[in-house]
């Protein structure tokens, strides 16, 4: 079993005796690990180095660790501006702690080997990573130490402070800005379980990051990245951005579930720093808590622990979750204190598992020696606040308020996005024929572009021009030649049979073809297709220059496997010089560019070489 006591700490000296007293030396020389967990919002060196001289000297083989915080969980207790002292005494597990100076643009190299350090503790079964993001770059720490393959889960934060200037982490007798720590938990009796929370919803609709370095975001849908939260929620970018930002962040999906990301700074140009990576092409939405939602996932987070039924649980809270929650965070952490005693701190960034850093997130980790109880665990219960809770009809007004606003927001947002996804399938549709217009051609080519680039699969790319057009046009009238072509539009798209295609009307009377993942043969043998089912309509065309009596097309074909460093223009460019080659060769030709890009005559009429 995993016996706990805790102190709230004003003076060092307090510490001291309470390490020094007979129970918890007691405790202490029965264990077979100990761990003290220092959680802090005094950012004073010097007080924090005497916590750690009092820790190491009471308790000279425990491990001893911690962080400044923006918020301190004792017992349940949501507490601000104090310092907790949490004392961890395992009866059958060993906990071992190491530590490292970070280096700039060495943190993922770093993060490796304190990884590789664990790797060879026998029976690991948890480890916590603490460090400071507002020093190093914590995201690529956390992604070289989950690199590593370790037969355990990974949980722990980013330290801070209340101020978000300075931040501290501990480690032994070490206090350091920049230090890297990881506790490694050991033990053939010892189990581990880990959740984590968000309960944020999308409150906008889609947009996509087109431009990211980095950490930092430069652009979304092509405009400066600041802009959707000036145009959207009317914060500028000043100093007060991230307090006014820190409720509303970008949620992106990661497989089945969302993750946060908080800004922590807008400049004059418009460019998002972020504290872990953000990729481009990535999709999101701005979102803001749902408290419904919250409330069911904390919910099943609760009742999965009990479950579990764990000695002690350790949670691991972000910063911006408690300014945002309110007086209704307090409800939060307490929900798990009835299930066992309960500690932790808020953090500027979550750790849980292998995914990456985490915003705005609750992670909840609960250790237990010994073989689970062979009984039924109660059904967990929000605590009330307040005794007189259930009988005020003012309590808790910000959360039934927000509730409101948010189901108003959620109704209005539905509304919008159905029209606005009416508008915007017609604004990528041809007026005359139906299908794909320019604009929405010239999207997907660049999606295509950046998606063959990614995998490493052929692009192919037909462009398709109907024969002396401006002929047929004059000799039959515009109306004959309105309907040709949406007939020649339906023939494309019939020839077509994988729903990745894509069919356009590129302009007056020449189409396009996009087929991802296609060679060559396969570009070839769509323009065939399509050769022959054209030919097949038998739309009279007296006036025709391509040597026929009836409507013909000509086709350029380019195909590549385009690499990083190249423009989508050279694919688009060598289909447009191969159906030029059909056109100047007498028409109703097929055309296919050849690797150095020269036209090479392919096929005429039915397609034969």
Same mark, same amino acid.
């Given at each position: 079993?995993?016996?706990?006591?805790?102190?709230?700490?004003?003076?060092?000296?307090? &510490?001291?005796?309470? &390490?020094?007293?007979?129970?918890?030396?007691?405790?202490? *020389?029965?264990?077979?690990?100990? &761990? $003290?967990?220092?959680?802090?919002?005094?950012?004073?060196?010097?007080? &924090?180095?005497?916590?750690?001289?009092?820790?190491?000297?009471?308790?000279?083989?425990? $491990?001893?660790?911690?962080?400044?915080?923006?918020?301190?969980?004792?017992?349940?207790?949501?507490?601000?501006?104090?310092?907790?002292?949490?004392?961890?005494? #395992?009866?059958?597990? =060993?906990?071992?702690?190491?530590?490292?100076?970070?280096?700039?643009?060495?943190?993922?190299?770093?993060?490796?080997?304190? +990884?590789?350090? @664990?790797?060879?503790?026998?029976?690991?079964?948890?480890?916590?990573?603490?460090?400071?993001?507002?020093?190093?770059?914590?995201?690529?720490? /956390? +992604?070289?130490?989950?690199?590593?393959?370790?037969?355990?889960?990974?949980?722990?934060?980013?330290?801070?402070?209340? +101020?978000?200037?300075?931040?501290?982490?501990?480690?032994?007798?070490?206090?350091?800005?920049?230090?890297?720590?990881?506790?490694?938990?050991?033990?053939?009796?010892?189990?581990?379980?880990?959740?984590?929370?968000?309960?944020?919803?999308?409150?906008?609709?889609?947009?996509?990051?087109?431009?990211?370095?980095?950490?930092?975001?430069?652009?979304?849908?092509?405009?400066?990245?600041?802009?959707?939260?000036?145009?959207?929620?009317?914060?500028?970018?000043?100093?007060?951005?991230? =307090?006014?930002?820190?409720?509303?962040?970008?949620?992106?999906?990661?497989?089945?579930?969302?993750?946060?990301?908080?800004?922590?700074?807008?400049?004059?140009?418009?460019?998002?720093?972020?504290?872990?990576?953000?990729?481009?092409?990535?999709?999101?939405?701005?979102?803001?808590? /749902?408290? !419904?939602?919250?409330?069911?996932? *904390?919910?099943?987070?609760?009742?999965?622990?009990?479950?579990?039924?764990?000695?002690?649980?350790?949670?691991?809270?972000?910063?911006? %979750?408690?300014?945002? *929650?309110?007086?209704?965070?307090?409800?939060?952490?307490?929900?798990?204190?009835?299930?066992?005693?309960?500690?932790?701190?808020?953090?500027?960034?979550?750790?849980?598992?292998?995914?990456?850093?985490?915003?705005?997130?609750? $992670?909840?980790?609960?250790?237990?020696?010994?073989?689970?109880?062979?009984?039924?665990?109660?059904?967990?219960? #929000?605590?009330?606040?307040?005794?007189?809770?259930?009988?005020?009809?003012?309590?808790?007004? /910000?959360?039934?308020?927000?509730?409101?606003?948010?189901?108003?927001? =959620?109704? *209005?947002?539905?509304?919008?996005?159905?029209?606005? %996804? !009416? @508008?915007?399938?017609?604004?990528?549709?041809?007026?005359?024929?139906?299908?794909?217009?320019?604009? %929405?051609?010239?999207?997907?080519?660049?999606?295509?572009?950046?998606?063959?680039?990614?995998?490493?699969?052929?692009?192919?790319?037909? @462009?398709?021009?109907?024969?002396?057009?401006?002929?047929?046009?004059?000799?039959?009238?515009?109306?004959?030649?309105?309907?040709?072509?949406?007939?020649?539009?339906?023939? @494309?798209?019939?020839?077509?049979?994988?729903?990745?295609?894509?069919?356009?009307?590129?302009?007056?009377?020449?189409?396009?073809?996009?087929?991802?993942?296609?060679?060559?043969?396969?570009?070839?043998? $769509?323009?065939?297709?399509?050769?022959?089912?054209?030919?097949?309509?038998?739309?009279?065309?007296?006036?025709?220059?391509?040597?026929?009596?009836?409507?013909?097309?000509?086709?350029?074909? =380019?195909?590549?496997?385009?690499?990083?460093?190249?423009?989508?223009?050279?694919?688009?460019?060598?289909?447009?010089? +191969?159906?030029?080659?059909?056109?100047?060769?007498?028409?109703?030709?097929?055309?296919?560019?050849?690797?150095?890009?020269?036209?090479?005559?392919?096929?005429?009429?039915?397609?034969?070489?």
């Amino acid at each position: 079993m995993i016996d706990t006591l805790s102190l709230e700490i004003d003076h060092p000296e307090q &510490l001291a005796f309470f &390490l020094a007293s007979q129970s918890v030396q007691q405790k202490y *020389l029965r264990s077979s690990g100990c &761990l $003290v967990l220092l959680y802090s919002a005094n950012v004073d060196q010097f007080f &924090l180095s005497q916590l750690l001289d009092a820790a190491t000297f009471w308790c000279p083989k425990a $491990v001893v660790a911690g962080a400044t915080s923006t918020g301190e969980i004792r017992h349940g207790e949501t507490l601000l501006g104090k310092t907790i002292a949490t004392l961890y005494f #395992f009866e059958h597990s =060993s906990v071992t702690l190491e530590s490292i100076e970070s280096e700039p643009g060495c943190e993922q190299e770093q993060g490796r080997t304190l +990884a590789e350090r @664990m790797q060879g503790l026998r029976d690991l079964k948890a480890a916590l990573l603490l460090g400071n993001p507002l020093k190093c770059n914590f995201a690529e720490v /956390h +992604a070289g130490f989950t690199s590593v393959p370790l037969p355990c889960p990974v949980f722990g934060g980013g330290a801070g402070d209340y +101020a978000m200037e300075q931040a501290w982490v501990m480690a032994g007798k070490l206090c350091s800005q920049t230090a890297l720590v990881v506790v490694g938990f050991s033990g053939p009796s010892l189990d581990v379980e880990l959740h984590d929370v968000l309960g944020w919803r999308r409150m906008t609709p889609s947009m996509r990051i087109t431009s990211a370095t980095g950490n930092t975001v430069h652009t979304i849908d092509n405009r400066p990245a600041g802009d959707i939260y000036k145009e959207f929620l009317g914060i500028s970018a000043d100093r007060q951005f991230f =307090s006014n930002a820190l409720g509303f962040p970008l949620l992106i999906r990661e497989g089945k579930q969302l993750v946060a990301k908080v800004p922590l700074g807008a400049d004059e140009e418009g460019n998002l720093e972020f504290v872990s990576k953000v990729s481009d092409d990535e999709e999101f939405s701005l979102g803001f808590v /749902h408290p !419904e939602l919250l409330e069911q996932q *904390l919910l099943c987070l609760n009742q999965k622990m009990a479950a579990f039924f764990p000695d002690t649980v350790l949670l691991f809270s972000c910063g911006c %979750r408690r300014f945002v *929650l309110l007086e209704d965070i307090l409800d939060e952490t307490r929900s798990f204190e009835k299930i066992a005693p309960t500690f932790g701190f808020y953090t500027v960034s979550e750790i849980a598992a292998e995914r990456g850093l985490l915003n705005l997130s609750l $992670v909840a980790v609960g250790m237990r020696e010994g073989a689970k109880p062979n009984v039924r665990p109660s059904p967990p219960k #929000f605590v009330e606040p307040d005794g007189i809770a259930r009988l005020d009809q003012f309590a808790n007004t /910000h959360s039934r308020i927000l509730k409101r606003l948010l189901h108003f927001i =959620s109704a *209005l947002n539905r509304e919008l996005e159905g029209k606005n %996804r !009416e @508008m915007e399938k017609l604004s990528y549709l041809d007026g005359l024929t139906g299908i794909a217009n320019r604009r %929405r051609f010239d999207r997907r080519l660049e999606e295509d572009w950046r998606s063959a680039i990614r995998s490493g699969r052929p692009l192919s790319l037909l @462009m398709i021009d109907v024969d002396s057009f401006k002929a047929f046009n004059d000799t039959y009238g515009h109306l004959a030649g309105d309907d040709c072509l949406r007939q020649l539009a339906s023939k @494309m798209s019939a020839s077509v049979s994988r729903g990745t295609d894509l069919v356009a009307r590129y302009g007056g009377e020449e189409f396009a073809v996009i087929m991802p993942n296609t060679d060559g043969r396969g570009g070839l043998k $769509v323009a065939r297709e399509i050769h022959k089912r054209v030919a097949a309509l038998a739309i009279p065309h007296s006036d025709s220059q391509a040597d026929s009596e009836v409507v013909t097309v000509s086709i350029g074909i =380019s195909c590549m496997v385009p690499a990083a460093n190249e423009d989508v223009d050279k694919l688009q460019h060598a289909a447009d010089r +191969a159906l030029y080659q059909a056109k100047s060769n007498g028409r109703n030709l097929i055309v296919k560019a050849s690797d150095a890009f020269v036209p090479s005559l392919v096929a005429k009429d039915t397609g034969t070489l």
